[in-house]
C-alpha cells in the first residue's frame, strides 16, 4: 500500500465519519459548523457593508425620533404661550395638547440622555389652566 492509496482511503473514511457525525442525534454537526465558517470568509466584506448600513442606519432613526420629540416640545411651547396670552381652547385642542404631552414624555423616560427641562413649567402650567377649565367647565365650545 503507497502513500497515495493510504491518503484516498484516510481522506473517504474522514469524509464518511463527519457525514455520520452530521446525520447521528448528536448536535454536533461539522458540516454545516465548516460552510457557515466558509460562508463567513466568503462574505465577510459584505457582512461589514451590513453592519455599516444598520448602524448608520439607526443612528438616522435615532436623529428623527429627537427631531420629532423637539418638534413635539415646540407645539407644547406653543400652547402654553397662547394659554398665557389669554387664548382660549375648546376641549379637544387640550387633549390633542395632554396627548402631546404624554407623546414627549414617553420619549424622554426612553432617551435620559435627551435634555427635557426645557418644558417642564410649559407642561405644569398646561396641566394647571386644563384642571382650572374642567372645574369651572368654560372650555372654548367646539365649532
Known sequence: MNLQEMLLGGGIGVVGLLTLVQIAPVQVNP???????????????VLDQVQTTQRKLDEHIERDDAGRADQVRANILAFNRQLMAGERHTREEFW????????????????PEYPNER?????????????????????LPDR
Open 31 to 45: 458540516w454545516s459548523w465548516l460552510a457557515k465558517r466558509i460562508g463567513r470568509a466568503i462574505n465577510a466584506e
Open 96 to 111: 390633542e395638547a395632554l396627548a402631546s404631552i404624554d407623546r414627549y414624555h414617553k420619549y424622554c423616560d426612553a432617551h
Open 119 to 139: 418644558a417642564v413649567h410649559a407642561i405644569h402650567n398646561i396641566g394647571r389652566v386644563y384642571d382650572e377649565r374642567q372645574r369651572k367647565n368654560d372650555f
